[in-house]
């Protein structure tokens, strides 16, 4: 059986490693296997999106649908076919 495909949103912030795609599709079945294929295909998002630890950065929030993964299941949150991954980088204000 293959794995479902979900819409990732890149953020304004990331798309310079992206190609400036907005909108990639990539498969998994949870919302870090679908953030590890993300990474496959634009390797230099892997340093923008994790810590050394393999966590998701501390000023990066990633959401499913309308979701916020932190309060689901975290990276282990389960994807369904046509799902949305939205990558929101915080913005630091002064």
């Known amino acids: 059986m293959s794995q479902p495909v979900a819409r990732i949103r890149i953020p304004s912030a990331l798309r310079r490693w992206t190609s400036q795609q907005s909108i990639i599709e990539c498969q998994g ?36 649908n309308e979701d916020d993964i932190r ?3 975290g990276l282990a949150t389960e994807v369904q076919a ?4 939205s990558i929101m ?6």
């Open 71 to 73: 309060f689901l299941k």
């Open 29 to 64: 079945d949870t919302v870090e296997s679908v953030l590890q294929n993300l990474c496959q295909r634009f390797p230099e998002l892997q340093e923008q999106l994790f810590d050394a630890q393999g966590g998701v950065r501390k000023f990066i929030n990633i959401y499913l």
């Open 82 to 85: 046509r799902d949305e991954v």
């Open 89 to 94: 980088a915080a913005i630091a204000g002064g």
